[in-house]
């Protein structure tokens, strides 16, 4: 058993592991209960598990917990109820969800993007959500959403 | 972090329905029930109840596969009995809750299910407004009801709930209620915000895969490297170093590890010692077709004979004849197969994200020698499902390793898993014949389907088989025949269906499975008609077809697209854009659509790049269109990828595509854009929204490649070496 200190949403937590290589997704939903990052391949290929890291996305299905230093925000701790931050409001303006799973990798993808470039150009928002993957065929509404939140 | 709070509630609204169980909060439905509701298909309370505090629950026995279906079912029964939607709660897919609707697939999940609800809000409509009437000493044709609350003279007022009487709505469905006036619909066909989504953008949403039970463990199964590979030895000191392991499970082929937590349970199943047997059982893929071609032949099924195609043919004129084959597809869901499992004595609950619930309690029913009525099954939305994909298979898993252990079990395929053994839309081969008189009429229309036997019935569960269990499983590739038929009007036609006896992956059903394939060949062979015709596309489908309604599609399509003022395209240019034309009138009965795609071709590389569709479609009255474009949409982007790029790969032992890198699929700076043109008829049935549409992506996609470069694409997917291949031998002919 290994205790880390980690910060997620704020929040300073004790993790206590048997395994410094388990990859920081199965932490964040299995002993925290936070549901937004995803189990999408567990390769880093598909992004459905997407976590900022001091602001920058990560894929938290291949970090190791043991890697982890610094602030971890997942879909939870971006915004939430009255206080939606503004890429998920605009995800929900512009009904930018068919099953939704791979909702949490675009919407954290896009914010750390959209921080880095404030007005991105639509289609250095389709470079940027390239590694990205959905399977309902969202793609269009998605970049709607995060070109209304750029706009906002 | 205990998710789950457990809580008493008391369904008592409508008098008889006493409703009562511990509820797992993020979820809000029962985790074990014996419950005495109705759930026949005659009775109205198997739809609806209403709770004392004016609450409407809904009882959907079709499910939301992440449509949105779940806010369009919930539009239909707030506006039919006049309540807010915010007054209306739906609870989906539970065996002893919700009726059995059938599979949630086909695009008939509005179509039928919606409408059976629609009816049973009207027939309950009706009784409330009769009860309202005589309790104000009024005609109950004399009242409305605005927001739950019925209004009669004089300004009196009852809530709906205030009129349910001790013995609940007791209610037999009524066919002949009257439903409301498409003029007075309140959220019918408007663009209603879906429920689900607030909670999927802040991670509140509880996804089949979040879903958590007290004591769950967690389970994930070993598979064989090769599909009939069975175990020859297990050395279970081999994990013993991993801490959390509680068992190995081993029934015959099956095996799987279970450990107090999720990361053993993945590292356990990586790395058990396992010696299995060598396994060679697939043909090689580089000859498939020929496979395919060779395949034993149980039976024709022939699905449309008019006239005598064959002496039509014999005396054509001109003859025109051409091969389509489609690849084998998966559904590639971005997340894997899931299922949690609980046994109490001989009684198994079971959540899972399963298309068609009360099919798969009769699958887990036989497979643990069960009755049905020991087996309580209940849907949890996962994500998306586009078929019979890898969900009931989890289930089975689950439920074989609950078995061993004493408690709920959670499973989740690992990708590889979810690419390689969720059954596959089969390999379809497609031969067209054509002939025409000397004036050019087209005198006759021949085709022959290859493709595996069987309709859409039960797909064993691949734990089952493993574990030499009994699921029911048979061949089952869906409703394939679908669209083998054509919608035009030609003297002498036969289709014929050769059904095969096996095919190389287990097959089942993708989105518009056959429909697709058959389209695929029969718009991309109609546009070869037209072509060696010397026929405008939209002019010979028009020329072709008697249906009103289908030619007012093409009519608004060629509108839509500026069909005829389109540029001609420069078939000597190395970059070359085209257009084509494709039209559908779904199975022949219900929903029609049409399509333009524009795509650019480099002659050179052999890339092809579909950079904009035009669709309208007309699938009746319209419940929520923003719904429907969403769909649409989906339907044009997913089948793009399915097109365009993907093909499952196999060796003589397993599936080898069993990732995104192997398996590509659609990503951002490919995506097309989608035009389209919704035809809305409100008093009209409502007809599926959720795969018409895909059925005719691939052959739009070729007729543009033919009309930008004069070569003909017949094998899905287009990708760049088989499109520089057809360049090239049309070069040499």
């Known amino acids: 058993m290994t205790q880390f200190q980690l910060n997620v949403n704020g929040m300073a937590v004790t993790a ?56 971890v925000t997942t879909l939870e701790g971006l915004g939430s109820g009255e206080n939606l931050h503004p890429v998920q409001k605009a995800f929900i303006e512009e009904q930018a969800v068919q099953c939704g799973y791979c909702i949490n990798g675009m919407i954290m993808q896009a914010a750390a993007f959209l921080k880095r470039t404030p007005k991105p150009t639509e289609d250095q928002v389709r470079q940027e959500l390239r590694p990205n993957l959905c399977r309902c065929g969202t793609h269009l509404r998605i970049i709607r959403a995060v070109m209304r939140a750029s706009q906002a | 972090m205990n998710a789950l709070i457990d809580r008493r509630r008391f369904l008592q609204g409508s008098g008889a329905l006493i409703v009562s169980f511990a509820l797992p909060l993020t979820h809000g439905r029962a985790a074990v029930t014996n419950v005495t509701k109705p ?52 609870i989906q897919g539970d065996t002893d809750l919700t009726p059995d609707q059938g599979v949630t697939s086909g695009s008939f999940s509005i179509q039928n299910g919606g409408v059976q609800l629609r009816q049973a809000a009207a027939t309950a409509r009706r009784a409330l407004l009769q009860a309202a009437g005589k309790r104000f000493g009024a005609a109950s044709d004399s009242l409305r009801i605005a927001d739950g609350i019925v209004i009669g003279p004089d300004n009196k007022r009852v809530p709906l709930q205030a009129l349910i009487g001790p013995h609940g709505l007791d209610l037999k469905m009524d066919k002949t209620a009257p439903l409301k006036s498409p ?25 089949m895969q979040d879903f958590k039970l007290p004591g769950m463990l967690h389970g994930r199964v070993v ?47 990586r790395q058990l010692a396992v010696s299995w047997s060598e396994w060679v059982g697939l043909p090689d893929q580089r000859h498939l077709w020929e496979h395919v071609r060779k395949t034993k032949v149980l039976h024709d099924d022939v699905t449309s004979n008019v006239g005598d195609s064959a002496q039509a043919l014999r005396s054509a004129a001109h003859k025109l004849s051409a091969t389509f084959d489609f690849a084998i597809h998966t559904h590639g869901s971005i997340g894997p197969s899931c299922a949690v499992a609980q046994w109490q004595g001989e009684r198994l609950t079971c ?98 389907l290859f493709i595996p036997n069987g309709v859409a019935g039960f797909v064993s569960l691949v734990g089952a088989d493993h574990a030499k269990l009994n699921s029911l499983g048979e061949l089952s590739p869906g409703g394939v025949l679908n669209d083998l038929s054509i919608p035009y009007a030609i003297d002498n036609v036969k289709t014929t269906a050769h059904r095969l006896e096996s095919t190389p992956l287990k097959p089942a059903w993708i989105r518009s499975p056959g429909r697709m394939q058959n389209s695929f060949a029969n718009e991309s062979f109609f546009d070869e008609i037209a072509a060696h015709l010397g026929l405008d596309p939209l002019d010979a489908r028009l020329q072709y077809l008697r249906d009103e309604r ?61 950079r ?40 003589r032992s397993q599936v080898t595509s069993l990732d995104w890198a192997s398996y590509p699929i659609l990503r951002f700076p490919e995506v097309p854009e989608v035009v389209m043109d919704l035809i809305d008829r409100p008093q009209d049935i409502p007809w599926g929204a959720g795969e018409p549409t895909a059925a005719l992506v691939p052959t739009t996609i070729s007729n543009a490649v033919f009309d930008a470069i004069g070569v003909r694409l017949r094998s899905v997917p287009f990708t760049a070496e088989k499109v520089k291949v057809a360049i090239e031998r049309d070069s040499k002919s």
């Open chain 2, 183 to 207: 003029a007075d619909f309140k959220l019918v066909g408007r663009d209603v915000q879906r429920v689900d989504i607030p909670g999927k953008v802040t991670g509140s949403f509880t996804f």
């Open chain 2, 39 to 90: 759930v026949d298909l005659n009775t109205v309370e198997s739809f609806l109840a209403i709770r004392p505090d004016g609450e409407i629950i809904v009882y959907s026995g079709k499910v939301d596969l992440g449509t949105g279906v779940k806010t369009a079912l919930m539009q239909i029964a707030a506006d039919e009995l006049d309540v807010p939607l915010t007054q209306v709660t739906l």
């Open chain 1, 16 to 71: 206590t592991v048997d395994d410094q290589a388990m990859p920081l997704l199965y932490f964040l939903r299995n002993d925290l209960g936070l549901h937004g990052p995803r189990f999408g391949c567990g390769l880093g290929q598909c992004g459905a598990c997407t976590v900022h890291l001091d602001g920058a996305a990560i894929r938290s299905c291949v970090y190791p917990i043991g890697n982890v230093q610094g602030k």
């Open chain 2, 351 to 448: 959540w899972n994200a399963a298309q068609s619930p009360h099919n798969l309690r009769k699958q887990l029913a036989a497979t643990f020698s069960l009755k049905d009525e020991q087996v309580h099954n209940i849907y949890i939305e996962g994500a998306g499902c586009y078929g019979r994909n890898g969900h009931e298979d989890a289930a089975a898993d689950a439920a074989l390793l609950a078995r061993e252990v004493n408690a709920p079990v959670r499973v989740q395929w690992m990708r590889a898993e979810e690419h390689g053994w969720d059954p596959k839309g089969p390999p379809t081969l497609l031969d067209m014949r054509a002939g025409f008189d000397a004036q050019g009429k087209i005198t006759a229309w021949e085709s022959e």
């Open chain 2, 612 to 651: 904009k569709f035009f669709v309208v479609q007309d699938c009746g009255q319209i419940i929520n269109p923003d719904g429907v474009r969403n769909q649409i949409e989906g339907n044009v982007l997913q089948t793009v990828s399915r097109a365009m790029q993907e093909e499952v790969r196999f060796n």
């Open chain 2, 223 to 269: 598979r064989p490297p090769a599909i009939g590979a069975t175990i020859l030895k297990v050395d279970e000191s081999s994990v013993a170093d991993i801490p959390g392991i509680v068992k190995v499970v081993r029934q015959e082929n099956f095996l799987g590890i279970v450990a107090t937590n999720e990361w053993a349970a993945i590292k356990g199943a």
């Open chain 2, 550 to 610: 289908g030619k007012e599609v093409l009519e608004r399509l060629a509108t839509l697209s500026n069909w005829r003022q389109r540029p001609k395209p420069d078939r000597h240019a190395n970059i070359s854009v085209g257009r084509g034309l494709a039209f559908i009138k779904y199975e022949l009965v219900r929903t029609y659509v049409g399509m333009v795609c524009e795509a650019e071709v480099n002659r050179k590389t052999g890339e092809v790049v579909p």
